[in-house]
């Protein structure tokens, strides 16, 4: 029998495995599941989920801290995976449990997913959908920078016999890759309603945001990730507090729950990916200086809401042109492509929000 494993160090992870175990034939096999307790709740999801018995094993971890490990101790890790894995283990595992998994499931190449999949070394490695990121080659090739290659080298470990050649998507045909030998796989939705409230339990999901009840909602995105997101947070908050627009706010998850202005605030925690489905149409409005968030509604359940991006504001040449590819393709896909647009300058956004303000 097969011992499968997979990885998940956010929510949308978590989900997806939760998918993935439930969906799809083939993934019926023991499998245990590794959580890394790096994001909100986690503890409690991780607790959660065991209770449901979905996975033989719910193991957690906690990510190792760059700086705090010196060179020496790098090396050690490297050349031994094992003693990785220990130091970032919270449960007490036998190590032999460690190294019996023939698929190993992972988002992309972290430290701990690294250092499981060398210490399975006859193990094959899948590749699952973590946001957009992974529709995109880049994801295949976050472990594999020459300065990390040449470390694992020296150990004889090489990216190249880790790398994977399935990935498991949310919507396939949105992924482009360079790569030919990448099968692309779908992730299949819960359609059992015992699944369902299996995975609201899971996540705790309770009341859904109010999108229904405003005119907009704006997806917020930390102003500290850098300059021009700065910018565009800032030159996008004054648009929509100036506009009159009936709005929702919705922060992003690293940002601190506070008010903009007098707009209503979401305080319902609720995880996007699975109730976007029960509080979006295509009448909705979703704005944005350029959050993923808003591709779930299409990528995940076909739906077409009209899209504001305003990372135009802000950001030019070849950053505005490597988010201007993603909305290209995602307007591509929409029956009515007009119904997402990019303002170039804050006139632009105040016209396209005064006749949002119209309708």
Sequence with gaps: MSELAFIADTPVQVLNCIRLRQGVAELQDRCDIFIGLQFAD???????????????????????IKDAVGWATKARYIAKPQARLV??????????????????FMSLFTRFAVALRF????????????????????????????KRRFAYGLFGYRFSDISPHVIYLTSPGFAQYQRQD????????????ELQE?????????????????QLTYFTQPAADDPLMASAVSQTDDALIASGVDALVRRHPREPQVPLGNFALDTSHAMWEIVASTCVDDDSVLMTVFSTTLFVPKLSYDMEPR??????????????????????????????????????????????????RKR
């Design 119 to 146: 210490f399975n070394k006859k193990a094959e490695t899948i590749f699952y959908d973590d946001g957009i990121g992974s529709y995109n080659d880049g994801i295949f090739s976050l472990g594999d920078s020459a």
């Design 198 to 214: 299996t995975i609201a339990e899971v996540f705790a999901i309770g009341q859904a945001p109010e999108i229904p009840l405003h």
């Design 182 to 193: 990448i099968e692309k796989r779908e992730i299949p939705r819960e359609t059992s309603v």
């Design 42 to 64: 986690a503890e409690e999801i991780a607790k959660r989920l065991k209770a449901t018995g979905l996975f033989e094993h719910v193991f957690t971890y906690l990510p190792e």
């Design 307 to 356: 899209l504001v991006f305003t990372y135009k504001l802000s950001y030019k040449g070849e950053a505005a042109d490597r988010m201007d590819g993603l909305v290209k393709r995602l307007r591509a896909r929409y029956r009515d492509p007009s119904k997402i647009v990019t303002p170039e300058c804050r006139a632009d956004l105040d016209a396209i929000l005064q006749n949002i």
């Design 87 to 104: 130091s970032m283990l919270v449960d007490e595992i036998d190590p032999s449990r460690l190294s019996d998994y023939t698929t190993i």
